[in-house]
């Protein structure tokens, strides 16, 4: 039992910090990004070329991930999120063009970096053994920033002047901009932050499980199942969810491993069921 709720723990952690982004864009510009975990798998690359083939220091690779995502994230919300917001009247307009990026990333990765799965050495090497509890100390540690990534995010959210504003926006954009708020460069910010997280988690991750160029659908998936849980829009709900799939998928590969593998399809009907009696997630509200 010890093993699975750290095994829980260490996934929940890491998936909270993919949902963070996404809840966050969605809150702030009332977009579903298709392409974050198209995001994820271009921070894993980075982080990839800059730790594992130039061999500088990890942190330099995750700095060089943080800002290379920060500024493809600023980059789609200037020139074209925003153009479509302002010249479109329907809201399917932006989630058309967020899988237009997805498919563009995917392309894009695709013939930087090929399709072979790529992996670094590790951050640590070891192993923590306590009681039946086995854990390896780059597991423990990529935990660890995440969980300090996420406290870092909150309390940014919460104490600076950005934050109150992006809440602000999240809460009543036109109120907002009616109280001087400046929307449009809280909103390219708060995209620049979603892609940045994003990135970050891809490139911890790539020390774990490796990168390879097809996987981005699979983790916008993932995301978009937190996102559910918790509710679209809600940090707080962003990080319920996270953990709660991490959770899930523990227990689900440690029960039912000798089923093959089923466990998302257990997962899938949970969350039908759920969605049904709950529509809005943990915290959520009515969307529109």
């Known amino acids: 039992m010890e093993q699975v709720i750290a095994n829980g723990l260490y996934l929940g952690a ?92 995917d392309a894009a990765i695709l013939l930087m970096f090929g399709e072979k799965q790529r992996g670094v050495h590790k951050i640590v090497n070891g192993v923590f053994i306590w009681d039946n509890l086995i854990l390896p100390w780059d597991r423990i540690l990529v935990a660890g920033l995440a969980v300090a990534f996420i406290v870092a995010f ?66 916008s998936i993932k995301a978009f199942m937190m996102v559910m849980i918790g509710g679209a829009g809600v940090v707080g709900g962003a990080i319920a969810g996270g953990f709660i799939l991490g959770m899930l998928e523990s227990v689900g590969l440690t029960v039912l491993h000798a089923y093959g593998d089923i466990t998302y399809l257990v997962i899938f009907v949970a969350l039908m069921v759920f969605l049904a009696i709950r529509p809005n997630g943990l915290m959520g509200k009515p969307w529109g």
């Open 14 to 105: 890491q998936y909270a910090m993919i949902a963070l982004g996404l809840t966050l864009i969605f809150a702030l510009m009332n977009v579903l990004n298709f392409a974050h975990g198209q995001m994820y798998v271009l921070g894993g690359f980075v982080v990839y070329e800059v730790y594992g083939l130039m061999k500088l220091p990890f942190v330099v690779g995750l700095i060089a991930s943080a800002l290379t995502l920060a500024v493809v994230g600023a980059a789609l919300e200037r020139f074209l999120f925003r153009t479509v917001i302002r010249r479109s009247e329907r809201e399917e307009s932006t989630m058309l063009l967020a899988a237009g990026v997805a498919y563009f990333l």
């Open 154 to 219: 909150i309390l940014m959210m919460q104490f600076t002047k950005p934050g109150r504003a992006m809440r602000a926006m999240a809460q009543d954009r036109v109120a907002a901009q009616l109280m001087g708020v400046p929307v449009a460069f809280y909103g390219l910010v708060g995209f620049a932050l979603g892609a940045m997280l994003a990135g970050l988690v891809g490139g911890l991750l790539v020390t774990i499980t490796g990168v390879n160029s097809g996987i981005g659908g699979a983790i």
